[in-house]
């Protein structure tokens, strides 16, 4: 064993003399294929403003004293009308000064209620991604690696779930969500019960993906040589086959992000979803509607701005970690 | 002139003789053909391995050749138990204590999964492709390092020192620890594939056609490589080629398949200069000559016609429906056994003959 170990390479070597590089981890190189990825940067900057003005500064700023004692900006109170000197709601102002977004057709401030909208919109869109990644996942990976019997009986319930029609369960169920006793109060209204409801609807699209993932790289050589060095089954799963069906699942995931969050302004829009008064973007986008066509247009605007924008980065993130977590893609050595 | 090879009885200690590292016996290897969408129905089988019998020495090297679909990588991967086998036993002879209550000779088709995970560390594979074969998200340490981990050897440095080691051995760079396979040349990747394989010291390695896939220079040194360290190691080879000319290189013995059964075994210049069975002398007499007046005299023997469906094969004789020398109402109707037809040339034909190729 000495002798090989000191002989010289058959010539298949030789560049790699001299050649030591600092240990760069996989971390390392994550980060920097994800900073090359400048859409995915500004839009991560871009979000993360959006959850920090949404989830810390909206709530931190809101007055409770009423109507007439908050000063500028003008009332951070979400249910409450602006009204004027002589108690007059001040209903559908268009854009102004101390009032950069307008009122809506109740006199609430609508600069106000897009931040507090955000807080909804996004506890859907986060919430109902990590369930349907996890459950996605869970399922897909465990119909694709057992084949036979867990495998159909898994899949024939996935079928069954992507078979619901979306919406008029989502209706029934949203609508019936604040009657259903049983649940904690934090289910029965608000984002987290269409958050759940929409999770445990939306997961079959992913476990499909996963499972058709694990299927062809469950008969790769790399899982066959894992396999043959005794690697044992849950090994073979987390080190070999789920890393290397990372990408499909991030990108079917931020999709999902930015469906949820559509589906809830939907939802909202067609009044199953958030119960007012709570402001969600899709809400906003409907009352919006109402009064955009009187010329009113500012609600509409700047809700539905805040929702794709919101969506768009939440997808450009996506696209970018995609990229990131490929080791193929090239970044220079230093 | 009429040995065949028997089953072996019982397994047990003193069956197999000591210098016999691993003994095949009647190996079968079906796969189901099944139809139905929601209630598979199994219609029928195809049987890519049909009770195939042979030994391997220790320290030696044997060469299974045959076409594509005649079952040589089907009945690698059970011996491995990659796949299970259907039916017939393989004993290994082990070389280690590994601190179990195993039995010097162990009985692999049906080992438990505590048993073969114990046996993983004696037998290993490098394969095929040497970009299929390793994972593209793990570094070269952690790919080389797996079936360290997987078997608890050593702490993390210890496992990494053991890693350079083995870079080493297989002619790498050390450094290249921390890069990932896609920045490596096809014959570096399967310098790490046999790195891999090298990890737990193992006493078998089952080669895949392991330079098919490389450029004819690179084949060259890979196959050096395999051999120094058989030299070196003291291992046993079970090498898995079409190539007819790298198998002559490597191997000391030689076993032709030909759907799913031995056709002929015999020591490697047996087999190349006086091949028996008609199937061999058809595929041998395809090897190129690299002289060109030889290779202009020398006689090519055509086979007619494509290998039959495995799911599928002609009775008795399975190479009757293309053999020159087919004899009707013979070859046909009864089966020929592997023969030793000579001290170590075993040929399965009725008809056999000694063809001088060259």
């Known amino acids: 064993m000495t002798d090989l170990l000191n002989r010289p390479g058959d010539g298949a070597s030789d560049d790699a003399e001299g050649l030591a590089v600092e240990p760069i981890t996989q971390w390392d190189l994550f980060i920097a294929r994800l900073r090359r990825h400048r859409l995915a940067m500004i839009s991560s900057i871009f979000l993360f403003v959006v959850i920090i003005i949404s989830f810390v500064v909206g709530p931190l700023l809101k007055c409770d004293k009423g109507a007439t004692e908050c000063e500028f900006p003008q009332l951070w109170d979400h249910t409450q009308g602006l009204k004027d000197d002589d108690d007059r709601l001040l209903v559908n102002i268009a854009p102004r000064g101390s009032i950069p977004f307008g009122t809506d057709e109740l006199g609430r401030d609508v600069l106000t209620r897009v931040v507090r909208g955000g807080q909804a919109s996004l506890t859907v869109g986060i919430v109902t991604g990590l369930l349907v990644a996890s459950l996605g996942t869970v399922v897909g990976a465990l119909a694709g690696y057992y084949p036979g019997v867990v495998d159909q009986a898994l899949m024939r319930f996935t079928d069954l779930i992507l078979g619901l029609p979306l919406l008029p369960v989502a209706i029934v169920v949203g609508r019936l969500l604040p009657e259903l006793t049983f649940l904690p109060d934090w289910m029965q209204s608000g984002p987290w019960g269409i958050a759940f409801l929409l999770g445990f609807l939306l997961w079959g699209s992913l476990a499909r993906i996963v499972r058709a993932e694990f299927l062809s790289l469950r008969e790769k050589e790399f899982v066959e040589a894992a396999r043959a060095a005794g690697a044992s089954d849950r090994r073979i799963i987390f080190r070999h086959i789920l890393p290397n069906a990372m990408s499909p699942i991030i990108v079917q995931t931020t999709l999902i992000i930015g469906a949820a969050i559509i589906i809830e302004a939907a939802l909202s829009f067609l009044g199953f979803g958030v119960r007012p008064p709570t402001p969600t973007w899709g809400g906003m986008a409907a009352s919006g509607a109402g009064v955009a066509v009187r010329g009113f247009w500012w609600e509409l605007v700047f809700s539905a701005s805040a929702l794709v924008m919101t969506v768009l980065a939440v997808n450009f993130i996506g696209d970018g970690l995609r990229d990131a977590l490929d080791p193929t893609q090239t970044i220079e050595r230093k | ?358």
């Open chain 2, 1 to 358: 002139m009429t040995d065949v090879i028997q089953p072996a009885t019982i397994p047990g200690v003193g069956d197999l003789p000591s210098d016999v590292l691993i003994r095949v016996d009647g190996l079968v290897k079906e796969f189901p053909i099944k139809r139905g969408v929601f209630f598979k129905k199994q219609i029928g089988a195809v049987q890519a391995v049909s009770g195939i019998s042979f030994e391997i020495k220790s320290g030696e090297t044997l060469g299974l050749v045959g076409e594509s679909g005649s079952g040589k990588s089907t009945a690698a991967r059970c011996i491995l138990r990659l796949l299970e086998p259907t039916a017939g036993n393989v004993y290994f002879q082990k070389t280690q204590d590994h601190g179990a209550d195993l039995p010097p000779i162990v009985e692999i088709a049906h080992a438990d999964k505590q048993t073969m995970r114990i046996l993983r560390e004696e037998m290993q594979i490098v394969f095929q492709d040497p970009f299929a074969s390793l994972n593209p998200r793990m570094t070269v340490a952690s790919i080389v390092s797996e079936p360290l981990i997987v078997h608890g050897v050593g702490s993390a440095e210890e496992r990494l020192e053991k890693v350079k080691d083995l870079l080493r051995v297989v002619g790498l760079s050390p450094e290249h620890t921390n890069r990932y396979p896609h920045e490596f040349s096809g014959g570096q990747r399967q310098r790490i594939g046999i790195a891999r394989a090298l990890a737990l010291n193992p006493a078998l390695i089952v080669l895949d056609e392991p330079v098919s896939a490389l450029d004819v220079s690179i084949q060259a040194q890979v196959l050096n490589l395999l051999a120094d360290l058989q030299d070196e190691l003291g291992l046993t080879y079970l090498f898995i080629a079409h190539d007819l000319s790298v198998v002559r290189h490597i191997s000391d013995r030689v076993a032709v398949m030909y759907l799913g059964k031995l056709v002929e075994v015999a020591d490697r210049d047996d087999m190349y200069e006086r091949p028996m069975h008609p199937y061999s002398h058809a595929l041998l007499s395809a090897v190129p000559i690299p002289d060109p007046e030889l290779e202009l005299k020398r006689k090519r023997i055509l086979l007619e016609g494509d290998i039959p469906s495995p799911a599928n094969p002609p009775a008795a004789c399975r190479f009757h429906t293309r053999c020159p020398k087919f004899v009707e109402g013979h070859c046909d109707t009864e089966e020929p056994m592997l023969r030793e037809l000579e001290p170590g040339h075993w040929a399965a034909c009725h008809y056999p003959e000694v063809q001088q190729l060259f």
